[in-house]
Structures are given as C-alpha cells and as structure tokens.
C-alpha cells in the first residue's frame, strides 16, 4: 500500500475532521513543549550542576527522544483520540490500569499548574509588585479557573497569543546572552564548572528530572491524532522536529544564563532569566522581561489546568470517576465539577509545595504514563492494522524503558509519597464509580425484571 492510498485510508475513517497539516502540528508541538518550565528551572538545575546546564538538558533530550519514538509509532498506528490511557487499553484491556494512566496524566496537569502558580508568584512578580507569594498564588489560580469556567475557545485564543510572547522572551534572552559574550562580557568558562560539593554524575542525573520537565508538553499531541492529515508521515517529522528545536532553544538559553550570571546567583533565584536580562545592563527595563515571563507562566498553567479538567471529564464520561466529575454549565457547556476540583487542588498544593519538588512529582507521573506506553508499544508490536505506520526497532522503547527507570531511581522519598497518595486518591474515586455504576445496573436489571413481570 502507498503512502498515498495509507493517507486516504485513514482520511476516510469517520470521526473528527482531519485539517490540521505537518507545519501547523509542529508550530503545536513546539509552542506546548516551549513552556513556562525554562522561565523557572534553569536555576534549579544549577543548583545540582553549578554552570554545566546543558548537560541535564542532554540527558533529559535522549529520554524525551526515546519515547518519542513510541508515541510515534502508537499515534501513527491508532490515529485516534486518547493518548496513553487509549494505547494501555488496547494492550492489555485492564479497565483500572487504564484509568490509573489517565488519572496521573490529570494529576500531573494539576500539580504542573501548581508549580507555576508558585513560579508566577515568585521573583518575577516581586520585581513588579511588593505582595505575599500565597496570596498571589491563589489568586492567580482563582483567575485561570474563571477562564477555564468561561469555554476551552477563550483559553486556547489566550494561549495563541500567550505562546508567542513566551516565545519571543526566550529569543530576547538568546540575543541579550549573545550580545554579552559578542561584546567579551560574562565568563564562558563557567559552563564547564560544576557545582561544588556535589558528584557531578550524580548532580547531572538529579539535575535531569528538572530538566525533562522543560520538555514535558510533547505527548499532548496525541489527543490531535484524529485531526491530522496524513499521520503517517505528519507525526514523525512534527515530533521529532518539534523536541529537536525546543532542545536547540533550551540549550542556548542554558549556556547563555551560565555565562552572563555566576551559577550561584541562578540557583538563589525563581527568576533566573530576570537576573539574566539584569545583569547584562541592556536597555530592556526588568520590569518588560517580568510581565513576559509571568504571561508565560500565566499560559502554562492554563494549558494544564485546561487539560486536567477535560481528563477528569472523560474519565467520567467513560464511567471510571463519579458521575460528577461530568456535569457541565447549562450555557457555557464547560466541565465545572471538574474545573473547580482541579482548582481545589491546584490551589493546596501551591501552598504546601515548592517549584522544584512539585516539578520533580509531575516528572515521577509522567515518567509512570512514559512506562506505561512503552510496555504498550512493545504489547502491541504483535497487532496488525491495514495502513503503513511509523514504526521503530524494539531496542527504542526498552531503552526508554531503562532511561525511565533510571530516572525514576533519582526521585525522593517525599516525591514518590506524593505520588502514592494520587494513586490512592484515585483508587478511592474509582471504586466509587464502580460501586454506583454497578448499583445502577442492579437497579436498571431488577426495573426490567418487573416491567417484564407486569
């Protein structure tokens, strides 16, 4: 079968309408992949590396790439809606193991937007505003809920123009960076200077799962499986085209940060691209670079907690959370049981919680559902379909297996019972589901029963 005959094969499938071509999926990929996670954690890492940044954002490249390649290959295969909730299902057809990858997808969005809501309300807005974090923090979430409330149209048209003024920040500090060395400031030198007292290889493996957080945003393009032209072809070049540039863009940020700020000073600091801008002595007023930086975290956060809803309300809809979390506004037709306790608990661990840990905890989820994936793609390497899809050798996926683990070896204790206690949580909301759904049958069954009798 050709390429041509495979895209008019999967054109012809009914569903939703396929518009969306290779150039405007990769501009998707690489505006949610180019999130507000670099705005943040670049001094993070260099607290665990000192000024060799660039190696974390290494390591964390090859795991992003790796499992790339399986979603690739599953997207490609299943052209469908659902991403890896949808691929664990059709490999191993556990109803639970399928809500358990769906859930921590919804958890990871939720506690994602909690770590930007402390970013949001960190160095960023204290160099416009003299306000407590929490206060902020809380507000900020109570402003994004609203929005969610009002429809999915307005956030994603905030996210339009949102994502090209995070874009344009992060070409801002390349071109401030590049000035400073042009002009023989800075120190190059500190980009092969580790931090003092800490194991470099180990420092560079701690420092990585901040790092992969950065790259987080790519497996979100498989719920736009069933509005892509010809995803066979469309998909391998969009994805991996997309990581490659974000990785491009974060890299020269990281040896740019390095060589105008001393390491030290970036991992002091919840602005750590303010610092940048500062130190450089450049026109740009501070106060310009802190408005684009918080509308990047400000856009972020909306994405995640946009997406957390929408998991929580199909899981309802497929009758694997309590009914509630599917009622929606008469008007508006949006989630609002769904919305509100994402906010909820957007807004607790914002105030329990800290950037880097919860960053690190959205890394352990996601790494989770990456597993998950894997072991599918391998599961389903036996299961034959009609058109040609990408496909990638075996080695791929047990590599990104191992990278996964070995990256989950590098996670703290509290990061890990923070996690637990998401499994349990939704372990609690599925057997409550159940239990009703099955009481609905018995009660549906017993109805018939003496309808038929009468």
Not at 74 to 79: A, F, N, V
Not at 300 to 326: K, Q, T
Request: some cysteine; proline content about 5%.
């Amino acid at each position: 079968m050709t390429n041509d005959t495979t895209a008019r094969s999967v054109e012809a499938q009914p569903g939703l309408k396929r518009a969306i071509g290779t150039p405007l999926l990769f501009a998707f990929i690489v505006g949610d992949t180019l999130g507000a996670g670099i705005y943040t954690l670049v001094g993070t890492m260099a607290t665990d590396v000192g000024g060799v940044i660039w190696l974390p954002l290494l390591i964390a490249l090859v795991v992003a790439l790796l499992t790339a390649g399986t979603y690739a290959e599953l997207i490609t295969k299943y052209p469908h809606a659902g991403g890896a909730a949808r691929y664990v299902d059709k490999a191993f057809g556990i109803p639970f193991l399928s809500f358990l990858v769906g859930f921590l997808m919804m958890a990871s969005g939720i506690t994602t937007a909690a770590a930007l809501a402390n970013a949001f309300a960190g160095d960023y807005f204290s160099a416009l505003f003299d306000i407590p974090a929490i206060p902020v923090a809380i507000g900020f979430i109570a402003v994004l809920t609203l929005i969610n409330l009002r429809g999915v149209r307005e956030s994603l048209a905030t996210n339009l123009v949102a994502s090209m003024i995070e874009v344009t920040g992060l070409i801002i500090v390349i071109v401030i960076a590049a000035m400073v060395f042009g002009s023989g400031g800075g120190e190059p030198a500190r980009i092969f200077e580790f931090a003092p007292d800490v194991s470099p290889l180990g420092g560079a493996f701690a420092a990585s799962i901040v790092a992969f957080f950065s790259f987080l945003g790519f497996e979100a393009a498989a719920n736009m499986a069933e509005e892509v032209k010809n995803p066979t072809k469309a998909y391998p070049r969009a994805l991996f085209g997309a990581i490659c540039t974000a990785a491009v863009v974060y890299l020269l940020i990281a040896i740019g940060a390095v060589i105008v700020v001393e390491p030290a000073k970036l991992a002091t600091s919840t602005g750590p691209l303010l610092e940048v801008v500062t130190a450089s002595g450049f026109a740009l007023p501070p106060w310009l670079f802190s408005v684009i930086a918080l509308i990047a975290i400000a856009n972020g956060a909306l994405l995640f907690m946009v997406m957390a809803s929408r998991v929580g309300y199909g899981l309802s809809e497929s009758g694997l959370l309590p009914h509630a979390f599917g009622r929606v506004l008469p008007r508006r037709r949006t989630p609002w049981v769904s919305i509100l306790v994402v906010a909820g608990a957007t807004m607790l661990l914002t105030v329990i919680g800290d950037i880097g840990t919860l960053a690190e905890t959205t890394v352990l989820l996601l790494l989770l559902v990456f597993l998950s994936a894997n072991v599918s793609v391998l599961v389903l390497k036996k299961d034959k379909v009609e058109h040609k899809h990408f496909s990638v050798p075996r080695v791929v996926p047990v590599l990104a297996i191992i990278a996964s683990i070995v990256l989950l070896t590098q996670q703290t204790g509290w990061v890990w019972l923070g996690t637990a206690g998401y499994v349990v949580v939704g372990s609690v909301l599925f057997l409550a589901a159940w239990f009703t759904r099955k009481r609905g049958d018995e009660k549906r069954a017993r109805t018939g029963a003496i309808d038929t009798v009468g």
